[in-house]
């Protein structure tokens, strides 16, 4: 996100401002229209992986086997440093597919429902479909929990959601974390899923009207489950432990958790997260970071599928492809498993956008958020986009890759009523822990409970706490200046929305986590 100004809340704006001069002044209302109307709107392929840390090929893992992101990538731009708003599902995926962050939405937990939080928002399917698109969802794409009527959001589609269902286990019995079986990749949801959305490629790429389809697959979301051939892919004794399983020095409590999402399962013995002496044991470790990078590997395979039938289709090269994972994923480090912080590989997420007449085969190493995505897949698309969302488009990214300043990007996540708001620049990480506050209220007078520094050039696995190290002084005051800048402009543009008034922070909230 620009934090230059804060941008006037108006829907109004000209959707052909996206073209610079396409249109003369001398166009008619009319003409512009037809003229829109007739322009040739690319196909977009919208994949999410849910629980996806970047462990693949493309982003410099030695150990993934990932031939087909190392495929697409050459299509396209991957970007190094994109950030989830909150890792967790249900709010990353519903801030992403709404263009605004969870406070201006109303969703934190994975009961959280922004149809009723905030009814005024418009998602991106449903943008795409009043705009002349065929919009199709199949798999995992949004995940509210608090009522079925919502689980897929059916408003946003133009056909019917397209349903999978496969059993969780082949052999385990009982609820296990992991499990290797001898079978076919359709024995598995994710093999359906991408089946699925193989047959409809098929169909839309035969149509009239441009699509827009969206294909969420489900691993490696916990349990850890695939065929047992992408697990021959890899050695055990070869899976690399986490090197560093502390807390920083100078810890800040809420900044960690005791990893119960993985302590459900019944093969996973006790442990405690993050101490120095009850660590989980390196065999299970090892067990859940093979079978982890066996779950990336069968859903690489997945992702084929769908790039072999854009080829047959002949229409690879001239379709926008958006691949995203929800959020990133901790496998040891800092003792933590799975997600639910405000550390980088809780926040980090893959992201790889590929687009006809732009930019092929490359990578930035931009700052960029997912509420980036909804205003640049507008300008993809060539439709306006609503002037009250969040982020700013990627474009001049995808234009000039190796030529971006600096920028921030802003993440949440909280512990109870304990909030915690981070600030991630190229280098340093800012978080800082704030009692009964979120963005759509008053930040003066707020209590601070906690407050992380961390710089990634010279401490990549956050060792150490640098918000109290007097030579880092002057990058607190920036990165906090700049923190609390972002918290005046959310709560000036909080006032349009409907959330603070249903939410008045008069309760404490339990931990929400990722079932």
């Known amino acids: 996100m620009k934090t230059t100004s804060i941008r006037k809340i108006a829907i109004g704006i000209s959707a052909f401002t996206l073209t610079g001069g396409f249109f003369n002044e001398d166009c008619s209302a009319e003409e512009r229209s037809s003229l829109m109307n007739s322009a040739k709107k690319p196909n977009i392929l919208f994949i999410s992986i849910d629980d996806l840390r970047p462990v693949i090929s493309v982003y410099g893992d030695k150990i993934a086997k990932t031939p087909n992101f190392e495929r697409l990538a050459k299509y396209g731009i991957t970007f190094n440093?994109?950030?989830?708003?909150?890792?967790?599902?249900?709010?990353?995926?519903?801030?992403?597919?709404?263009?605004?962050?969870?406070?201006?939405?109303?969703?934190?937990t994975l009961q959280g429902n922004f149809r009723k939080n905030n009814p005024q928002a418009v998602t991106l399917p449903e943008l795409l479909k009043n705009n002349g698109y065929e919009t199709v969802g199949i798999g995992k794409i949004f995940h509210p929990l608090d009522n079925l009527k919502f689980r897929n959001d059916p408003q946003s589609w133009s056909m019917p959601y397209i349903k999978t269902s496969a059993p969780a286990y082949m052999i385990a019995q009982g609820r296990k974390a992991t499990e290797c079986a001898d079978v076919p990749d359709h024995a598995y949801e994710d093999g359906l899923i991408a089946l699925a959305g193989v047959e409809k490629l098929k169909e839309l790429s035969n149509r009239s009207k441009p699509f827009f389809l969206a294909v969420g697959f489900k691993k490696p979301h916990a349990p850890y489950v695939a065929?047992?051939?992408?697990?021959?892919?890899?050695?055990?004794?070869?899976?690399?432990?986490?090197?560093?399983?502390?807390?920083?020095?100078?810890?800040?409590?809420?900044?960690?958790?005791?990893?119960?999402?993985?302590?459900?399962?019944s093969d996973i013995p006790p442990f405690h997260s993050y101490e120095d002496t009850k660590h989980l044991d390196t065999a299970t470790q090892k067990r859940i970071i093979h079978a982890y990078y066996a779950c990336v590997s069968y859903i690489d395979a997945q992702i084929g599928k769908l790039l072999d039938e854009l080829e047959s289709q002949g229409i690879a090269e001239e379709t926008v492809i958006i691949l995203w994972s929800d959020h990133g994923y901790h496998l040891g480090d800092h003792g933590l498993w799975n997600k639910l912080t405000n550390f980088e590989n809780s926040t980090r997420s893959a992201l790889m956008?590929?687009?006809?007449?732009?930019?092929?085969?490359?990578?930035?190493?931009?700052?960029?958020?997912?509420?980036?995505?909804?205003?640049?897949?507008?300008?993809?698309?060539?439709?306006?986009k609503p002037g009250y969302l969040d982020g700013e488009s990627l474009i001049n990214i995808l234009r000039y890759p190796e030529k971006?300043?600096?920028?921030?990007?802003?993440?949440?996540?909280?512990?109870?009523?304990?909030?915690?708001?981070?600030?991630?620049?190229?280098?340093?990480?800012?978080?800082?822990?704030?009692?009964?506050?979120?963005?759509?209220?008053?930040?003066?007078?707020?209590?601070?409970?906690?407050?992380?520094?961390?710089?990634?050039?010279?401490?990549?696995?956050?060792?150490?706490?640098?918000?109290?190290?007097?030579?880092?002084?002057?990058?607190?005051?920036?990165?906090?200046?700049?923190?609390?800048?972002?918290?005046?402009?959310?709560?000036?543009?909080?006032?349009?929305?409907p959330v603070a008034a249903k939410f008045p922070l008069t309760v404490k909230e339990d931990i929400d986590e990722d079932e």
């Open 81 to 108: 440093r994109s950030y989830c708003q909150q890792a967790l599902s249900g709010p990353t995926r519903a801030s992403l597919l709404t263009g605004l962050r969870p406070d201006n939405i109303g969703v934190w």
């Open 353 to 384: 956008i590929c687009a006809p007449e732009y930019k092929r085969n490359m990578k930035t190493n931009a700052v960029t958020e997912f509420v980036d995505l909804f205003p640049t897949i507008c300008d993809l698309a060539g439709i306006e």
């Open 404 to 497: 971006t300043k600096t920028d921030y990007a802003f993440g949440q996540f909280s512990r109870g009523n304990i909030y915690g708001y981070s600030c991630r620049d190229k280098r340093f990480r800012l978080v800082e822990w704030v009692e009964n506050f979120r963005t759509y209220l008053p930040f003066e007078g707020k209590k601070i409970a906690g407050i992380e520094l961390y710089d990634y050039e010279t401490d990549p696995l956050e060792t150490k706490n640098l918000a109290f190290d007097p030579k880092y002084k002057n990058v607190l005051d920036k990165m906090r200046n700049q923190l609390h800048r972002f918290y005046r402009e959310q709560f000036e543009r909080s006032k349009h929305h």
């Open 227 to 265: 065929p047992k051939r992408y697990w021959d892919l890899y050695q055990r004794e070869e899976m690399p432990l986490a090197e560093y399983q502390q807390m920083s020095s100078d810890p800040v409590l809420f900044a960690y958790h005791p990893s119960n999402e993985l302590k459900v399962y």
